[in-house]
């Protein structure tokens, strides 16, 4: 299941926001070696403490198998403020009905099992969450910079893209920002290219006061 972990229930996954750090360390300092704020074997920034939305994919035992960060685009988020030369001189979407997703991280053990299209289960699982979430919430279309294998592999998932400005280096990758839309029919697509059929979103359980 993917869960969803905002500030109020935040600390109930204390040790699976550790683990998705350091997955993110893996992803983004060691193998595409971005330029990105660590502590020791932990990747974070400054918007980790803008109250955003994570995604979490658990494994059976609770360990965490792929990660991202949602942001309101309404406040400061990454495409704006780090990366606004993928925009070409587009004014940055600004709209409460879109959301900026960063930070997606795949464990690289979860990347080589249990492929449909070519995409992992773990990926494909995210793709749905974050397009659950948005139906959820009301969300026209995410935002997100990608580098050139992941463009593809949105693509290929059934994921309606739409790129927003001119393809640039940053670190290793050749990377590009553009808007993924979220609808019922998105979900459908991703459903037909996945096989998964049944929700994939866990929803917080309301916390119970003792009388």
């Known amino acids: 299941m993917v869960h969803i ?55 059976d035992r609770g360990d965490v198998r792929g990660c991202l960060r949602l942001l309101p685009t309404t406040g400061p988020y990454m495409l704006e403020e780090v990366f606004p030369v993928l925009l070409g001189g587009r004014p940055a979407p600004k709209d ?14 979860c990347r080589a ?30 935002v997100a910079v990608v580098d050139d294998r992941m463009e593809v592999i949105v693509k290929r998932a059934g994921l309606c893209w739409s790129r927003l400005g001119p393809v640039h280096r940053i670190g290793r990758a050749e990377s590009v920002a553009g808007l993924i839309e979220v609808s019922e029919q998105a979900l459908q697509r991703l459903q037909d290219r996945s096989g998964i059929t049944q929700p994939v979103l866990k929803r917080p359980q309301p916390i119970s006061v003792a009388a």
Not at 114 to 140: N, P, V
Request: a negative charge.
């Open 5 to 59: 972990v905002k500030t109020e229930n935040i600390g109930e996954f204390s040790s699976q926001i550790t683990q998705m750090h350091r997955l993110r360390h893996k992803t983004f300092a060691d193998r595409l070696q971005w330029e990105v704020q660590t502590s020791g074997d932990m990747e974070m920034d400054v918007y980790d403490a803008m109250a955003p939305t994570y995604l979490l994919k658990l494994s």
């Open 96 to 109: 409460p009905s879109i959301l900026e997703i960063s930070r997606f991280a795949v464990d690289p053990d």
């Open 113 to 142: 099992n249990a492929r449909s299209a070519g995409i992992a289960a773990t990926t494909h699982e995210l793709f749905q969450g974050f397009i659950e979430y948005g139906l959820e919430i009301g969300l026209t279309d995410l």
